[in-house]
């Protein structure tokens, strides 16, 4: 929709560009982090812990479009949605590069440590995951909610994905305790590849809700059953395996 205040069609367009640029970044940093994982590249890993502080700087980029928007224009309908979704679809995006970065400083750790067989999973995962960001970068650059809806049922196959490689690093532990520092690590990189999976998720809820003005209805498809798993003990003491992600 066309306004008859050109300046006010630039300033939204603007704040568009500014998005799709963040998504950009926040996938690139995720397929970077890949890489380093698979290839055990250090100094790959380095720099995309370096280069995060972009996304950040482009997340309070939006925050001011967005502020200077509903103070200078008092937008409603549309123009409102357009506007508060691009403040939740930053944050996600933040979100989600924070993550990547944890991924690649865990793989740093990682290479300090002999290779251990569960590992290629991890670059599964994250191609996954790389895939569902770029479908809902997609599908809110052309306002397809049902592109959208389509990723968020996707987030259970990541789900399920973190199961299974969780129930293996346990038991790969189990069966070799030298493994656990390794193995660790790795369920800390796979924690952070479900929690991006859960961010893109989030976004394709907003994209929904961009375009159709209203809320999905539909309960979250969730996959993620590694609660119930019951961690192994070594020499009496139990495996203390940390769900959450690591603190940015």
Do not use: C
């Not at 980029?61 to 691009?86: C, K, T, W």
């Not at 002999?114 to 479908?135: H, L, N, S, T």
């Amino acid at each position: 929709m066309e306004h008859t205040v050109r300046s006010y069609d630039e300033e939204l367009r603007r704040l568009g560009n500014t998005l799709t640029q963040m998504g950009g970044l926040a996938e690139s940093q995720l397929a970077a982090a890949i890489q380093a994982v698979a290839r055990r590249d250090g100094v790959l890993a380095a720099e995309i812990v370096a280069t995060d502080m972009r996304v950040d700087q482009l997340e309070t980029l939006v925050d001011q479009q967005v502020m200077r928007l509903l103070a200078l224009r008092q937008p409603v309908g549309p123009d409102l949605r357009e506007i508060v979704s691009s403040l939740k679809i930053a944050s996600d995006l933040e979100r989600i590069a924070d993550y990547a970065a944890n991924v690649a400083k865990r793989s740093i750790a990682l290479n300090q440590t002999p290779p251990v067989r569960p590992a290629f999973a991890i670059p599964r995962m994250g191609a996954y995951a790389q895939g569902m960001i770029k479908d809902v970068l997609d599908a809110y650059v052309e306002r397809d909610a049902d592109r959208a809806v389509a990723v968020w049922r996707r987030d259970e196959e990541l789900d399920e994905m973190y199961t299974s490689l969780f129930r293996e690093l346990l038991t790969y532990m189990m069966e070799d305790p030298r493994s656990i520092g390794a193995a660790t690590h790795l369920l800390f990189m796979a924690k952070n590849v479900e929690r991006i999976g859960d961010h893109a998720t989030n976004i394709a809820e907003t994209v929904h809700f961009l375009v159709r003005g209203e809320r999905l209805r539909e309960l979250r498809p969730k996959g993620d059953r590694s609660t119930a798993v019951i961690a192994p003990s070594f020499d009496g003491a139990d495996l203390d395996v940390a769900q959450e992600a690591d603190a940015t």
